[in-house]
């Protein structure tokens, strides 16, 4: 079993900047693929970025150019740098694991971007 915990939200305003962590449990880090999802009040979660075991990254088309993702296997540790924060990506902030056929999710951290 993987155990997620985030941290790292927050409020900030418009064009600042955050970093989200994601620590997991020490039961295991051998997860094919680490991901952080968003979700709004009223909205479906979305998928926000990916990263493989072997550092292969994806961005949703929202994000690309401002969010980056990424992971440290020794520390069992995730990571979202978010630079150049818009409104719209106000948002609860999920960690996911997925190894198939598994997923595992944190609690979330609220980021919030307002003037």
């Known amino acids: 079993q993987v155990q997620l915990v985030e941290s790292g939200g927050g409020l900030v305003k418009p064009g600042g900047s955050l970093r989200l962590t994601c620590a997991a449990s020490?039961?295991?880090?051998?997860?094919?693929?680490m991901a952080w999802y968003r979700q709004a009040p009223g909205k479906q979660r979305e998928l926000v970025a990916a990263i493989t075991m072997g550092g292969r990254r994806e961005y949703s088309d929202s994000v690309k150019g401002r969010f980056t993702i990424s992971r440290d296997n020794a520390k069992r540790e995730a990571y979202l740098q978010m630079t150049s924060l818009k409104p719209e990506d106000t948002a609860v902030y999920y960690c996911?694991?997925?190894?198939?056929?598994?997923?595992?999710w944190g609690q979330g951290t609220q980021v919030t971007v307002s003037s």
């Open positions: 020490r039961s295991s880090f051998s997860v094919y693929v």
């Open positions: 996911n694991a997925h190894n198939d056929p598994d997923d595992y």
